[in-house]
């Protein structure tokens, strides 16, 4: 299971730091990634890390304004996210790929098979 927190409102060009923690045994040999939704409209792609943490890679929309990072001591993938914009509001999920140790990132949905149950960013004007 994918637990999300960090959520909530901020404004704008403010910061949050998102984690996700993970149960069960399997964490550190996963890649995971950030996606997010808003309202209305398709479930987008954020950032992924790799199993090591040793790749990242960023969505265009918020790269140079969020970083992923991840603790596999205790089973937590992050996303750092500052400046926000409220462009940036949604709902964000974090979410484990199937594969065991490989270093390809992906950055579609139906690649991931375990969701977190999503955690609510609010970013104002």
């Known amino acids: 299971q994918l637990q999300a927190s960090g959520g909530g409102l901020v404004q704008a060009v403010g910061s949050l730091r998102l984690s996700c923690i993970a149960s069960?045994?399997?964490?550190?040999?996963?890649?995971m990634g950030w996606f997010r939704q808003a309202p209305g409209k398709e479930r987008d792609f954020v950032a992924a890390?790799?199993?090591?943490?040793?790749?990242?890679n960023i969505a265009d929309s918020v790269k140079g304004r969020f970083t992923i990072s991840r603790d596999n001591a205790k089973n937590t993938v992050h996303l750092q996210m500052n400046s926000l914009r409220p462009e940036d509001t949604a709902v964000y999920y974090c979410?484990?790929?199937?594969?065991?140790?490989?270093?390809?990132?992906?950055?579609?949905?139906?690649?991931?098979?375990?969701w977190g149950q999503g955690t609510q960013v609010t970013v104002s004007s």
């Open positions: 979410a484990k790929d199937p594969r065991t140790f490989t270093g390809v990132l992906k950055t579609t949905p139906r690649a991931y098979d375990y």
């Open positions: 890390i790799s199993w090591s943490g040793g790749s990242t």
């Open positions: 069960g045994g399997t964490f550190s040999s996963r890649n």
